[in-house]
């Protein structure tokens, strides 16, 4: 349920998004969530060239989709773990009248990559290592899944098709099997584009 029911700018900013959300949720959006800027760069990159449908893991309430999706006209799927987020991220793609993105609830493990063209990554495992940082207790998290999620990642990766985009925002990048070359990165390199060989 979004946080307020005054009517809102559609207007995709920081602080248009950012008032939509619950308290809790305002405070961790710096750590947890892709700032629009660098999301508008991200979904540039993975959709130059030809039409395509991009995967979002860890989706969270659907930034990166809704930002991707106002500024093209390619879909954006999210898969989002926790069950709460993810209605959150569709209550806030129809605020925003979004018809090419949608957030599903689920787990890696159940996504087939065959589905997607590109793929989003904004270090979707790592709370599995900072227990101290959760963003809230609906979902168990464990240092040993982060290993799983990366392996199974990497894994689904390497059987996508030649060509096949990837974006990666912070992280340590193991979820990446070798066959996709880094073609681009932003200069503090937070931000990189692979391509499948």
């Known amino acids: 349920m979004l946080k307020t029911k005054r009517k809102n700018k559609l207007e995709l900013t920081e602080e248009n998004f950012n008032r939509l959300l619950p308290e809790y949720l305002q405070r961790a959006s710096k750590i947890y969530f892709t700032p629009i800027h660098i999301a508008r760069i991200a979904a540039q990159w993975l959709t130059e060239g030809r039409r395509n449908c991009v995967l979002d893991i860890g989706a969270g309430v659907g930034k990166f989709c809704i930002t991707g999706a106002i500024n093209s006209n390619d ?19 129809s605020h925003f009248k979004i018809k090419n993105a949608v957030v599903q609830n689920g787990n890696v493990t159940e996504v087939d990559f065959a589905n997607f063209d590109a793929f989003y990554f904004y270090n979707p495992f790592y709370e599995n290592l900072e227990f101290a940082k959760q963003l809230n207790n609906e979902v168990k998290l464990a240092g040993e899944l982060y290993g799983n999620y990366s392996t199974i990642t990497r894994n689904k990766l390497e059987m996508t098709k030649t060509g096949t985009r990837l974006v990666t925002y912070h992280g340590n990048n193991f979820e990446i099997p070798e066959s996709f070359q880094k073609i681009k990165e932003t200069e503090d390199r937070f931000l990189k584009l692979w391509v499948r060989k």
């Open 75 to 93: 879909f954006f799927c999210g898969i989002e773990y926790r069950p709460s987020l993810a209605g959150l991220a569709n209550d806030l793609i």
